[in-house]
T-cell receptor, first 113, second 114 residues
């Protein structure tokens, strides 16, 4: 079955470390997204990519970086510049037409220790 | 910026009772409207969507929503709540005045009491 795979499910980061969250999709979707979710809040857009080798900043891009070298993959790196990285991170993808909505992965919970 | 309002950050119902989760949009041009559900520690799952076709939309797990332009609303309902419906629910717009990417509000947490 097609879908989005996020790994790992749980991730622990020490202060000052960079960590990379994986997102892979086999849905042949062009657009991919990264959202951050904090307790009691909605989802906030970090980065998105409409096509390979192109991506745009979302509302809270500071302290994060992404790449889109392949259509299937959209990894997110949480850098040491992100001062409060503990959160639930969600990856999503979508076909070009807006009427299709997003397909989400199952998320990665990142905790700073 | 246009907004979507979900009235009530937390709704509690008894098992078997009617579920009503409210969503109102503010744009003069109706957007596409989506309802998503999120179970604990999981991603979001599409429940149903309004894309300017039928105004009464049926989704998964017995949920449905009716688009009412006169009330600028797209409320989510289910006739009889089940314990498994306990989750977070998000109403999200797309389209004119809302942009090409989803903007999610804080959602509504549904609790189902035995």
């Amino acid at each position: 079955d097609g879908g989005i795979t996020q790994s790992p499910k749980y991730l622990f980061r020490k202060e000052g470390q960079n960590v990379t969250l994986s997102c892979e999709q086999n849905l042949n979707h062009d657009a991919m997204y990264w959202y951050r979710q904090d307790p009691g809040q909605g989802l906030r857009l970090i980065y998105y990519s409409q096509i390979v080798n192109d991506f745009q900043k979302g509302d809270i891009a500071e302290g994060y970086s992404v790449s889109r070298e392949k259509k299937e993959s959209f990894p997110l790196t949480v850098t040491s510049a992100q001062k409060n990285p503990t959160a639930f991170y969600l990856c999503a993808s979508r076909r070009p037409r807006q009427t299709y909505g997003y397909t989400f992965g199952s998320g990665t919970r990142l905790t700073v220790v | 910026a246009q907004s979507v309002t979900q009235l009530g950050s937390h709704v509690s119902v008894s098992e078997g009772a009617l579920v009503l989760l409210r969503c109102n949009y503010s744009s003069s041009v109706p957007p596409y409207l989506f309802w998503y559900v999120q179970y604990p520690n999981q991603g979001l799952q599409l429940l149903l969507k309004y894309t300017s076709a039928a105004t009464l939309v049926k989704g998964i797990n017995g949920f449905e929503a009716e688009f009412k332009k006169s009330e600028t609303s797209f409320h989510l309902t289910k006739p009889s709540a089940h314990m498994s419906d306990a989750a977070e629910y998000f109403c999200a717009p797309l389209g004119v005045n809302y942009g090409q990417n989803f903007v999610f509000g804080p959602g509504t947490r549904l609790s189902v009491l035995p």
